[in-house]
């Protein structure tokens, strides 16, 4: 089943600008991960946070978790016309046996116009 | 050197028939997947392989079946093609299953598969 929802589905912004995209989650996780899709490519993971972590940094990159509300943001900082992409949320859950499944949300389609 | 690579890139079948994709990883993950990516872009785990053991089948149809000759190969092979197949195959391994870090996954570039 479904665990992450982006929003929004889709962002427009002109280079330079930040980007934020959020996510939204149903249940407990173990971490909570994002990654980028360029059109017609496989997903490149970006980051990945802890559940015990509030923010992390990678770069141009920071994404906050707040599991009390269930929800993380990816902020993209200075945005560049080769950041337009879309990006997932992916939740850690556990799924018995000692193993976790990532379970991917609808992604936010980002337009970075130079 | 692509760390997960796909074969074929484009796959174009009447219904009816069957097919195989195959993946392979060089990363010496203990772990790989199969993900359907549908025209809205909805990415859905279909099968995880850990050390040649079926750990997950979400509700995919039986004419679907992986198979993994060895730990570094998973190959989906798809009996009785149906028009709602299309869709965008997407392989991708990890070093393991046990969470955290080491569910970091790897994308290989896709298989775009069209029935007709």
């Known amino acids: 089943s479904q665990q992450g929802e982006e929003d929004p589905q889709a962002l427009s912004i002109q280079e330079g600008e930040n980007a934020t995209m959020n996510c939204s989650y149903k249940t407990s996780i173990n971490n909570l991960q994002w990654y980028r899709q360029n059109s017609g490519r496989g997903l490149v993971h970006l980051i990945l946070?802890?559940?015990?972590?509030r923010e992390k940094h990678s770069g141009r990159l920071r994404v906050t978790l707040d599991t009390s509300k269930k929800s993380s943001s990816l902020l993209i900082t200075a945005s560049r016309a080769a950041d337009t992409a879309s990006y997932f949320c992916a939740t850690d859950q556990y799924s018995g046996a000692g193993s976790y499944q990532l379970t991917f949300g609808k992604g936010t389609k980002l337009s970075v116009i130079p | 050197d692509t760390a997960v690579s796909q074969t074929p890139k484009y796959l174009v079948t009447q219904m009816g028939n069957d097919k195989s994709i195959k993946c392979e990883q060089n990363?010496?993950?203990?772990?790989m997947y199969w993900y359907k990516q549908d025209s809205k872009k909805f990415l859905k785990i279909m099968f995880s392989?850990?050390?040649?053991?079926?750990?997950i089948n979400e509700t995919v149809p039986n004419r679907f079946s992986p198979k993994s000759p060895d730990k570094a190969h998973l190959n989906l092979h798809i009996n009785s093609l149906e028009l709602g197949d299309s869709a965008v195959y997407f392989c991708?391994?990890?070093?393991?299953?046990?969470?955290?870090?080491?569910?970091?996954?790897?994308f290989g570039p896709g298989t775009r598969l069209t029935v007709l």
């Open positions: 990363l010496g993950h203990d772990t």
């Open positions: 991708a391994s990890s070093q393991d299953m046990a969470g955290g870090a080491y569910n970091e996954q790897f």
């Open positions: 392989y850990n050390n040649k053991e079926l750990i």
């Open positions: 946070i802890r559940s015990n972590e």
